[in-house]
């Protein structure tokens, strides 16, 4: 069952069988801690696992109207269950308002090392990837400036790619602002009509990786040039 935490709007995959049915619990949100009451007993019937999340801003628990709160449900408070990893995400919330963040996926190391270094010196923080459901979930929870995925990351093809299914699916507004580059043993290095079909900001052929950082510099450039008009505008009618 999923629900939205009322504190920091996370959103939390509860397994079915944590759940009693016929009963209002009460659940902690593994990202802020706040007390959230699930009633079971007012869900709809035909929908297995639901339950009425309600709030808790008037007062306290015990204050709510309905049957009595009869357990505290303790959630495991793991990537899995919540696509949050705590522990891995309050680094990232630690970064100081500025650092410009860059979430890389890539399975080989000495292709990481390079990216890495690149990335360094121009002033990215460099933070991994992991796998599939662990980018996803930093993805849900920070704002990233630039994303690099490259082809078979986790094991499936970037045509096959959930994080870039992901990606794709956000608000024009969000998606923007965050560059997207792909890297691929078949891609051609800074191809923008290939760039454009994989719905990306640019594309490197492996074959180029030793120049990722000058390629990366003068494409990222590009991108600030065609798009500073639009955010400058953005910014006068106050909606940036």
């Known amino acids: 069952m999923e629900i939205i935490c009322e504190g920091c709007k996370a959103k939390l995959n509860i397994p079915d069988d944590k759940l009693p049915e016929g009963q209002r619990v009460s659940v902690r949100c593994p990202r802020c801690g706040k007390k959230l009451i699930l009633d079971t007993t007012r869900a709809r019937p ?27 449900v303790e959630l495991p408070q793991t990537e899995g269950t919540f696509g949050y990893d705590v522990e891995e995400n309050s680094v990232l919330n630690s ?14 190391e000495q292709q990481t090392k390079k990216i890495k270094e690149a990335l360094e010196g121009l002033g990215y923080r460099y933070v991994p990837g992991n796998n599939t459901e662990k980018a996803v979930g930093k993805m849900r929870f920070h704002r990233f400036d630039l994303i690099i995925l490259s082809d078979y990351f986790d094991n499936v093809p970037l045509e096959k790619s959930h994080i870039l299914n992901y990606v794709n699916h956000l608000s024009m507004f969000v998606r923007r602002k965050i560059f997207v580059a792909l890297i691929g043993e078949g891609l051609r290095t800074m191809d923008n009509m290939m760039a454009f079909a994989m719905s990306a900001n640019l594309v490197v052929s492996l074959n180029d990786l030793d120049k990722f950082s000058i390629i990366l510099k003068r494409a990222v450039s590009d991108n600030e040039k065609f798009y500073k008009v639009f955010f400058d505008t953005l910014k006068e009618v106050g909606k940036a």
């Open 95 to 108: 970064y100081e308002e500025g650092v410009k963040l860059a979430l890389v996926m890539n399975n080989d």
């Open 46 to 72: 035909e929908v297995s696992g639901a339950a009425v999340v309600e709030s808790t801003e008037s007062g306290s628990p015990g204050d709510i109207p309905g049957p009595a709160i009869e357990e505290e």
